[in-house]
């Protein structure tokens, strides 16, 4: 059984950055692709970035390529997106979530945080 934590979220203005991190619990951290989603009101969740369990493979949503960027500390059990260029539509309740193979799809994920809430407005 995996448990996810973000943190990180709040509201900034538009061309702002955010760094969202997540803290899974359990010592097989390292086995497990992590994601990021996001869900804004009234849209169904949509993926956001995945990597790999050692790190070396990253895939991004179209929309947040070149802005965002996902990493993984394996030795401090945590995973980050780092938001960059942050617009209006980027506000969302972000989730983290572990899968036990590298995937790019919601169904694929196992376990899922309780999600940090991200504004962009001024």
């Known amino acids: 059984q995996v448990q996810l934590a973000e943190s990180g979220g709040g509201l900034v203005q538009p061309g702002g950055s955010l760094r969202l991190s997540c803290a899974p619990s359990g010592r097989t951290f390292s086995s497990y692709a992590m994601g990021w989603f996001r869900q804004a009101p009234g849209k169904e969740r949509e993926f956001v970035a995945a990597?790999?369990?050692?790190?070396?493979?990253?895939y991004y949503g179209n929309s947040m390529k070149g802005r965002f960027t996902i990493s993984r500390d394996n030795a401090k059990n945590t995973v980050y997106l780092q938001m960059n260029s942050l617009k209006p539509e980027d506000t969302a309740v972000y989730y983290c979530?572990?899968?036990?193979?590298?995937?790019?799809?919601?169904?694929?994920?196992?376990?899922w945080g309780q999600g940090t809430q991200v504004t962009v407005s001024s």
């Open positions: 990597i790999s369990g050692g790190g070396s493979s990253t």
């Open positions: 979530a572990a899968a036990e193979r590298w995937a790019f799809v919601i169904s694929s994920y196992e376990y």
